[in-house]
């Protein structure tokens, strides 16, 4: 019983490891964005699920800055591609 048992607990285990190594890649990609791309990350990435749409959450946080005159339609375009590549680690 001890044999199955043990393979079993340690498969149970390897989501949450995985999980992990996702958000630490996550990470370690948004150090890499400019600075528009960090404040689109952090506010998308708390919402992140598996069933986000990337697209719809960036632009739902994006349009506002532009429409408000915080950030060019450009830059948030180039912030919103760069920032969509690393909460792609999130899924």
């Given at each position: 019983?001890?044999?199955?048992?043990?393979?079993?607990?340690?498969?149970?285990?390897?989501?949450?490891?995985?999980?992990?190594?996702?958000?630490?890649?996550?990470?370690?990609?948004?150090?890499?964005?400019?600075?528009?791309?960090?404040?689109?990350?952090?506010?998308?990435?708390?919402?992140?699920?598996?069933?986000?749409?990337?697209?719809?959450?960036?632009?739902?946080?994006?349009?506002?800055?532009?429409?408000?005159?915080?950030?060019?339609?450009?830059?948030a375009r180039a912030a919103a591609e760069a920032a969509?590549?690393?909460?792609?680690?999130?899924?």
């Amino acid at each position: 019983m001890r044999r199955i048992l043990l393979p079993l607990l340690c498969l149970s285990f390897l989501p949450a490891v995985a999980q992990a190594a996702d958000q630490a890649a996550a990470t370690a990609c948004s150090a890499q964005l400019s600075k528009d791309g960090q404040l689109l990350y952090s506010k998308v990435a708390p919402t992140m699920t598996p069933q986000t749409d990337i697209k719809d959450a960036l632009t739902s946080v994006a349009r506002p800055m532009v429409m408000g005159g915080s950030m060019s339609r450009d830059t948030a375009r180039a912030a919103a591609e760069a920032a969509g590549e690393c909460l792609k680690f999130l899924k």
